[in-house]
T-cell receptor, first 112, second 115 residues
Framework: DQQVKQNSPSLSVQEGRISILNCDYT??????FLWYKKYPAEGPTFLIS?????DKNEDGRFTVFLNKSAKHLSLHIVPSQPGDSAVYFC???????????FGAGTRLTVKP | GAGVSQSPSNKVTEKGKDVELRCDPI?????LYWYRQSLGQGLEFLIY????????KSGLPSDRFSAERTGGSVSTLTIQRTQQEDSAVYLC?????????????FGDGTRLSIL
């Protein structure tokens, strides 16, 4: 039962351009969303989050957009840098609930 | 370091053997989670500990899986009579409190391979 889906397993972008990673969810009860970044042989690290009361949250080069009606969120990275090359996981949860659901991840490659 | 520490980093064992995976959370974090990531899949929730409360075991895939958390700190995930489908990366995470709006801090995982 995949409640969080990342339909693009991989994405390749030129350095300096925008990277857009997408995530869809099915559970309308989800009200908190996070993006994690994972390098090989390391655990995921928290990148940015958004609660359902907002539709946008920005942190430096990273912006997360939430479209509740479409049950869709996206992560924008501008400008993309080679060091951004990693696997990005989308996660969603219901506030005060232990069960955070993760997508399968999207491997981003930023080419110099 | 001050991060979540997991050991061993890699474990290869024969089918049918028992394995123990260890997690040292960040000091002061009351919430501890175990996940696994099978090849090409997302992170699958296994079990959650919050302080001295009874753990949420709803994600454990079978009764061969169990976990303990001693003294509210170190946790051990045990898999008995391992099967090939248990091969995965097992990730531990901790957070200050057990509320889902708090980012979790992950260890580097244990890569388990069942021959």
């Amino acid at each position: 039962d995949q409640q969080v889906k990342q339909n693009s397993p991989s994405l390749s972008v030129q350095e300096g351009r925008i990277s857009i990673l997408n995530c869809d969810y099915t559970n309308s009860m989800f009200d908190y969303f996070l993006w994690y970044k994972k390098y090989p042989a390391e655990g995921p690290t928290f990148l940015i989050s958004i609660s359902s009361i907002k539709d946008k949250n920005e942190d430096g080069r990273f912006t997360v957009f939430l479209n509740k009606s479409a049950k869709h969120l996206s992560l924008h990275i501008v400008p993309s840098q080679p060091g951004d090359s990693a696997v990005y996981f989308c996660a969603a949860s219901v506030y005060n609930n232990n069960d955070m659901r993760f997508g399968a991840g999207t491997r981003l490659t930023v080419k110099p | 370091g001050a991060g979540v520490s997991q050991s061993p980093s890699n474990k290869v064992t024969e089918k049918g053997k028992d394995v123990e995976l260890r997690c040292d959370p960040i000091s002061g974090h009351t919430a501890l989670y175990w996940y696994r990531q099978s090849l090409g899949q997302g992170l699958e929730f296994l079990i959650y500990f919050q302080g001295n409360s009874a753990p949420d075991k709803s994600g454990l895939p079978s009764d061969r899986f169990s976990a303990e958390r001693t003294g509210g700190s170190v946790s051990t995930l045990t898999i008995q009579r391992t099967q090939q489908e248990d091969s995965a990366v097992y990730l531990c995470a901790s957070s200050l409190w057990g509320y889902s709006n708090q980012p979790q801090h992950f260890g580097d995982g244990t890569r388990l391979s069942i021959l």
